[in-house]
T-cell receptor
Framework: NAGVTQTPKFRILKIGQSMTLQCTQD?????MYWYRQDPGMGLKLIYYSVGAGITDKGEVPNGYNVSRSTTEDFPLRLELAAPSQTSVYFC???????????FGSGTRLTVV | AQKVTQAQTEISVVEKEDVTLDCVYETRDTTYYLFWYKQPPSGELVFLIR??????QNEISGRYSWNFQESTSSFNFTITASQVVDSAVYFCALSEAFISGGYNKLIFGAGTRLAVHP
């Protein structure tokens, strides 16, 4: 199994540009999460989803949008990139088990 | 509300020393899970250990051990005989089982940077 796959691994955006961070999992997990990790900081929850068609905001949702049309995919959309969104983004998924989290390898985004 | 506090920002030790990383958590749930993750310089998150609130024993796994004290809401992690390869950022995390009604989330502390010197 590939687990949780994130693309791209690195990206540089200009201020005001838009992009979508892709996240795909092949474990049939219902629960999926997007976190951001600012330099020298812990991970903060952006959005999460408990199943296809159901999403909700986490701690830091401003400037982002998500959708969940399939169980496998949970893309994160940045509409108008700002320097404050420079961060490393991690996608995670979880089985029905409360503790069964799997993380992707991260996307390093720089907004200049 | 869920909260995880890692008061130690950075720790520096010499190889072969034992080192303990502190973690204090807050939750209103009676059943919850606590985790330690390692983030090496390469950036990925590596799962280390998990403990639920109703386990009765603290455990040891190789050079890793952990001490869960519900009375003080602490979940400390110890590396015995540290090695240079242990140099990384270590995160403590909490996931509630019931209060969030299945919509539970993994909440992280700010992390502790461990530097192990030869």
């Amino acid at each position: 199994n590939a687990g949780v796959t994130q693309t791209p691994k690195f990206r540089i955006l200009k201020i005001g540009q838009s992009m979508t961070l892709q996240c795909t999992q092949d474990m049939n997990h219902n629960y999926m999460y997007w976190y951001r990790q600012d330099p020298g900081m812990g991970l903060k929850l952006i959005y999460y989803s408990v199943g296809a068609g159901i999403t909700d905001k986490g701690e830091v949702p401003n400037g982002y949008n998500v959708s969940r049309s399939t169980t496998e995919d949970f893309p994160l959309r940045l509409e108008l990139a700002a320097p404050s969104q420079t961060s490393v983004y991690f996608c995670a998924s979880r089985s029905g088990l409360v503790y069964g989290y799997t993380f992707g390898s991260g996307t390093r985004l720089t907004v200049v | 509300a869920q909260k995880v506090t890692q008061a130690q920002t950075e720790i520096s030790v010499v190889e072969k020393e034992d080192v303990t990383l502190d973690c204090v958590y807050e939750t209103r749930d009676t059943t919850y899970y606590l985790f330690w993750y390692k983030q090496p310089p390469s950036g990925e998150l590596v799962f280390l250990i998990r403990r639920n609130s109703f386990d009765e024993q603290n455990e040891i796994s190789g050079r890793y051990s952990w001490n869960f004290q519900e009375s003080t809401s602490s979940f400390n992690f110890t590396i015995t005989a540290s090695q240079v390869v242990d140099s990384a950022v270590y995160f403590c995390a909490l996931s509630e089982a019931f209060i969030s009604g299945g919509y539970n989330k993994l909440i992280f502390g700010a992390g502790t940077r461990l530097a192990v010197h030869p």
